[in-house]
């Protein structure tokens, strides 16, 4: 089955500095990749979809200067947020959708805390 | 704009206790909805897809039903390995992002 792969699983970094989430699929290509924002027992709010080469689509509300989106290549996207705050304290996942049966696979996800 | 709503949001059954859970929704033009289970700390695990009203799909003790306004997943004799947060998604005709509910947590009690 469709693997994608999240690093790291959790980080705690301090007030300032910038943390990178990698998220890759493992054993197919992705035409799409999603990044999500879960706060404890609330749904997925999605943050911003990015196509492999292009530019991400941010939803609205989401500061696309705090959160920078790379999609490099088919199988690699990542999420570098910067100048964390601890209100940027939370649990983000990723999500790839395959270019050949358009399933929806996601990542274990990044518990994230600024302090 | 698409909605999904879930419910119960929290669910307490004993060991073998069958029941179901809904996930109603409103969509322009339904692509398909999702069924995942997510564990505490972990990202989905994907469950089914549904595409059109009367599907159905099985898996072990799970068997997720579609209408036209809404999706049941049925959970028959459930054991505590059960116990987790299953979420409902749906995606639009056209659209790529999924829109997913609150959830329900299903807690079976040995």
């Known amino acids: 089955g469709a693997v994608v792969s999240q690093h790291p699983s959790w980080v705690i970094c301090k007030s300032g500095t910038s943390v990178k989430i990698e998220c890759r699929s493992l054993?197919?290509?992705?035409?799409?990749m999603f990044w999500y924002r879960q706060f404890p027992k609330q749904s997925l709010m999605l943050m911003a979809t990015s196509n492999e080469g292009s530019k991400a689509t941010y939803e609205q509300g989401v500061e696309k200067d705090k959160f920078l989106i790379n999609h490099a290549s088919l199988t690699l996207s990542t999420l570098t947020v910067t100048s964390a705050h601890p209100e940027d304290s939370s649990f983000y996942i990723c999500?790839?959708?395959?270019?050949?049966?358009?399933?929806?696979?996601f990542g274990s996800g990044t518990r994230l805390t600024v302090v | 704009e698409d909605q999904v709503t879930q419910s119960p949001e929290a669910l307490r059954l004993q060991e073998g206790e069958s029941s179901s859970l809904n996930c109603s929704y409103t969509?322009?033009?339904?692509?398909?909805l999702f069924w995942y289970r997510q564990d505490p700390g972990k990202g989905p695990e994907f469950l089914f897809t549904?595409?059109?009203a009367g599907e159905e799909k099985e898996k072990e003790r799970l068997k997720a039903t579609l209408t036209k306004k809404e999706s049941f997943l049925h959970i028959t004799a459930p054991k505590p390995e059960d116990s987790a947060t299953y979420l409902c998604a749906v995606q639009a005709v056209g659209n790529e992002k999924l829109t997913f509910g609150t959830g329900t947590r299903l807690t079976i009690i040995p």
């Open positions: 969509v322009s033009g339904l692509r398909g």
């Open positions: 054993d197919f290509q992705a035409t799409t």
């Open positions: 549904l595409y059109s």
């Open positions: 999500s790839a959708r395959s270019r050949t049966d358009y399933g929806y696979t």
